[in-house]
């Protein structure tokens, strides 16, 4: 081979085999199940909101680099929370708690089992869970989140007065989305202190004065009338035996104690149509309120 021969090898030679190794580096297939992929592959399920595949590839992931435990195990309770396995994320947090008693994650930790007893409508649960938790919610910003969350769990049971007092209160908090919605809050609060409702024990009153008068003034004329046609009807009956037939008249007896019977549960049902009317008009303006839990 003479030099020119040599020469032109080495060009091709060198030309061509960048080429020859990228093709054969395009043909190798990535490792979808190394632990860099996985992870990778769990966060792109994260963030699509596909909570509950995302759990395994976490725990997938775990399986690879143990020594990620608490974050990873704090991510896999964030998304049984998101998921809608709200008791597997209290356990999840709850042993988180256990297992790490000096997290980073201790603040988020204990707002969120506040939270999720919050999305679980177990709100009593979320106000006496985050009273007892405040103290050891270091965190500025998480504090200042949890006290949000119990004045919210006080509007979803109607305490409007207690409510209040959290959100007036908020309103000078350092942070300042929480000091914003506390405003929005504080008068949500107020609003329902004032709401139209009805005296159970008016309602009663009226009854008892007059069948049907109490369901009259709840606004159920239907059952007023009702009411009012059973008790009358029963008791003129009642009073025909016995005028009748005197003490001793069975019609008498048997329509009086029907007419009692009717009498009493005009009364009693009175009562409850006005706390029934008046858990609708807090529960329809509890409707017009957008919670806004943080993160």
């Not at 960048?18 to 395009?26: C, D, G």
């Not at 300042?176 to 609003?191: F, N």
């Amino acid at each position: 081979m003479n030099n020119r021969q040599k020469l032109k090898f080495a060009f091709i030679f060198f030309f061509f085999s960048p080429l020859f190794l990228s093709a054969v580096s395009a043909e190798t297939p990535p490792d979808y199940y190394s632990p860099e992929n996985v992870r990778k592959f769990a966060d792109f399920l994260y963030e699509q909101g596909d909570y509950l595949r995302a759990v395994g590839e976490y725990q997938r992931y775990l399986f690879y680099e143990p020594q990620e435990s608490e974050a990873i195990n704090y991510r896999i309770a964030i998304c049984y929370r998101f998921g809608g396995k709200t008791d597997q994320a209290i356990q999840s947090f709850e042993t988180l708690l256990r297992t790490y008693p000096d997290s980073e994650y201790i603040s988020r930790i204990y707002y969120q089992i506040g939270a999720t007893y919050f999305v679980m409508d177990q709100f009593d649960q979320s106000t006496r869970f985050l009273h007892e938790a405040l103290p050891r919610i270091t965190d500025t910003r998480q504090h200042a989140e949890a006290e949000q969350l119990i004045g919210l769990s006080y509007l979803k049971q109607k305490r409007w007065s207690e409510a209040s007092e959290v959100f007036k209160t908020l309103q000078a908090s350092a942070v300042m989305p929480i000091r914003e919605r506390a405003v929005v809050y504080h008068d949500y609060a107020e609003k329902g202190a004032r709401l139209s409702t009805r005296s159970p024990f008016l309602a009663g009153t009226l009854s008892t004065i007059l069948p049907g008068a109490g369901r009259l003034y709840t606004g159920r004329l239907g059952d007023a009338l009702t009411s009012l046609f059973t008790v009358g009807f029963t008791g003129w009956q009642a009073y025909d035996g016995f005028r009748r037939d005197g003490i001793s008249s069975v019609k008498g007896w048997t329509l009086g104690t029907l007419c009692g019977i009717f009498y009493v549960g005009n009364i009693y049902g009175s009562v409850i149509s006005a706390r029934v009317y008046n858990r609708h008009v807090a529960d329809e303006f509890l409707a017009t309120l957008t919670v806004e839990l943080p993160y």
